[in-house]
């Protein structure tokens, strides 16, 4: 069957969601977010840049997370590819350890001179949960205080046992804990981000009984400095680990964690996505004697000892450094907010942006923000552009390739004013509206 319709995209995508549940491994990478119908190409053949070539020998230009944030120096990096190469060349995975692991421990205690050792692991899931695990270890606690997303984990989903609505406010709405253990009810307490009441009346309140406060340190927005050193007086006087989850906000304003800006040191720092530039990698920095507890917990997998991921870890941060990807980054996240905002104006629409200027993202005031969003990806899919509704700097968007961006950006806004005033938006939309959270595919 494959060899059959592995050139048509329609029917490819048709066949993978009847032999692979949801089609892909990742909710954010299923067509359905951002383009339903059969016109999205889901598949690509090589990425080079911040370009993808497709199965329909289309060229696209990825204006969209880039490899949903784990590419920040740009797809298939020449000085990541040899450094991958040559581990696969030296024996990637043997009876030993790799010498990488050791160099790049030191590298990050380098970054972090609070902290005293490190773990490694290899998705931002696995390694979230292994920061939760330390910490209910070392303060013999089970309860746990965040805001955020933090993986698909049993510990984190418990937070939807009551009711499937606690996690709406976390970056995924409709988040389902089928087949989470109903006994974890309650385990989790989920608290809203810089918000100073929530502090008071639900982390004051509970850290006494949780092990650990986590979140990240920024998202959608960077928190009040004073915000941050609460969190971190509560955690100290209550006996909690303070987490920073730095998986998709590091290396975006600094070769290392965001919330470094703010001279706060968590306890233990995690690092996952671009820490390798598309190469498999995550880590767990912190206090050692959290970290020791590492020996007394069974925390072990085969595959957080091969050799390809310190290695591209080693390189990308090495190169981060040198050229200073944090600044450039930041540069080009205030060129795509520009763009966003100069559209809308020039045409009328009223426009949200937010996120910190490394990770984008913008709303229109529109009569149906999910049909306008799904018009905005389809359009710019004809224009030979991936796109949504973020766009995380990557050090390969350039001049060249953001005056593409803009000007597909301002015909389309253009057209979105126009259908949007005669109420007939949806009616341009060549299939269903988008998705806009997690459902269940049936
Ligand atoms: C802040 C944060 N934590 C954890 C995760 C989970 O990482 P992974 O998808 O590698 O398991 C993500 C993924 O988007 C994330 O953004």
């Known amino acids: 069957m494959y060899n059959k319709i592995k050139k048509d995209k329609k029917k490819l995508q048709k066949y993978a969601h009847k032999i692979i549940p949801g089609l892909s491994g990742l909710l954010g990478k299923r067509p359905e977010m951002y383009l339903p119908g059969g016109n999205w190409p889901t598949y690509y053949k090589k990425a080079k840049g911040v370009t993808i070539w497709g199965i329909d020998k289309k060229k696209y230009l990825d204006f969209t997370m880039v ?15 040899f450094a991958a190469i040559n581990a696969i060349k030296s024996g990637s995975m043997t009876t030993l ?8 421990a030191e590298e990050l205690l380098k970054i972090h001179s609070w902290a005293g050792s490190v773990k490694f692991a290899r998705t931002g899931g696995e390694s979230m949960s292994i920061a939760v695990r330390l910490s209910r270890a070392f303060t013999k606690k089970d309860k746990v205080l965040f805001c955020g997303y933090h993986g698909w984990q049993d510990w984190y989903l418990s937070a939807n046992l009551k009711s499937n609505k606690k996690l709406n406010e976390h970056l995924l709405p409709g988040l389902e804990p089928l087949g989470v253990p109903k006994g974890l009810i309650g ?18 309140k509970n850290a006494k009984d949780c092990a650990a406060i986590v979140l990240e340190p920024c998202r959608e927005k960077f928190p009040d400095k004073e915000y941050l050193q609460e969190l971190r007086r509560i955690a100290d006087k209550n006996n909690c680990v303070l987490i920073f989850d730095e998986i998709t906000s590091g290396w975006r304003i600094n070769t290392g964690g965001a919330h470094q800006k703010f001279k706060i040191n968590p306890d233990l720092v995690v690092y996952g996505k671009t820490i390798a530039n598309g190469i498999p990698m995550g880590a767990i920095v912190g206090r050692k004697k ?11 997998s085969s595959f957080w000892t091969e050799k390809v991921g310190p290695a591209c870890a080693l390189t990308f941060i090495k190169k981060h450094r040198k050229l200073k990807v944090g600044k450039k980054l930041n540069t080009i996240g205030l060129k795509i907010k520009k763009v966003w905002r100069d559209a809308a104006k020039k045409n009328n629409l ?8 490394p990770l984008a993202t913008f709303k229109l005031r529109t009569k149906n923000w999910p049909a306008t969003i799904t018009y905005f990806n389809q359009e710019m899919l004809k224009e030979n552009i991936l796109a949504s509704d973020r766009c995380y700097a990557n050090l390969k968007h350039n001049d060249k390739n953001i005056k593409m961006y803009r000007d597909a950006c301002e015909k389309i806004f253009q057209n979105i004013y126009e259908l949007d005033k005669k109420n007939i938006l949806e009616k341009k939309l060549e299939g269903p509206i988008k998705q806009m959270g997690f459902r269940r595919l049936t």
């Open 187 to 204: 385990s989790v307490i989920p608290f809203r981000f810089n918000d100073w009441k929530d502090l008071e009346k639900v982390v004051k």
């Open 67 to 81: 490899g949903i944030g784990t590419s920040v120096l740009g797809y298939s990096d020449k000085d990541i590819n």
């Open 290 to 300: 959290i970290m020791s507890l590492a020996l007394k917990s069974f925390i072990s």
């Open 97 to 104: 350890n790799p010498l990488e692991d050791v160099e790049l």
């Open 350 to 357: 009223e426009i949200e942006i937010n996120g910190i200027n």
